[in-house]
């Protein structure tokens, strides 16, 4: 299994991004796909999530201006990203909760993406 995000890059304060993410391989359940970030000396935050049936929750610090989504059919995630500020400069990651093969649900992780806003 893996996950591969795309849509990182520079981007001007008040500008935005989408970030996709698509996981690929044998997946026979995929649960709750969330997007996390991690800014250079902070901890590795949930930025946004969403559940196979679409709820969807988000940090208090991105409430408003970002947006999770899914492709269920594509096994993809989305994050619309407006508004940007430049404290939302961070590397990005994908996480997926999925069943593949074996009985259990596993978290998987893509490699990251970098977001960086400039002032």
Same mark, same amino acid.
């Given at each position: 299994? *893996?996950?591969?995000?795309?849509?990182?890059?520079? @981007?001007? %304060?008040?500008? +935005?991004?989408?970030?996709?993410?698509? #996981?690929?391989?044998?997946?026979?359940?995929?649960?709750?796909?969330?997007?996390?970030? *991690?800014a250079p000396g902070k901890q590795r935050?949930? @930025?946004? %999530?969403?559940? +196979?049936?679409?709820?969807?929750?988000? #940090?208090?610090?991105?409430?408003?201006?970002?947006?999770?989504?899914?492709?269920?059919?594509?096994?993809?995630?989305?994050?619309?990203?407006?508004?940007?500020?430049?404290?939302?400069?961070?590397?990005?990651?994908?996480?997926?909760?999925?069943?593949?093969?074996?009985?259990?649900?596993?978290?998987?992780?893509?490699?990251?993406?970098?977001?960086?806003?400039?002032?």
């Amino acid at each position: 299994v *893996q996950l591969v995000e795309s849509g990182g890059g520079l @981007v001007q %304060a008040g500008g +935005s991004l989408r970030l996709s993410c698509a #996981a690929s391989g044998i997946i026979f359940s995929l649960n709750t796909m969330s997007w996390y970030r *991690q800014a250079p000396g902070k901890q590795r935050e949930r @930025v946004a %999530a969403i559940t +196979s049936f679409g709820s969807t929750n988000y #940090a208090d610090s991105v409430k408003g201006r970002f947006t999770i989504s899914r492709d269920n059919a594509k096994n993809t995630v989305y994050l619309e990203m407006n508004s940007l500020k430049p404290e939302d400069t961070a590397v990005y990651y994908c996480n997926a909760a999925l069943r593949s093969d074996s009985p259990s649900f596993v978290s998987y992780w893509g490699q990251g993406t970098q977001v960086t806003v400039s002032s």
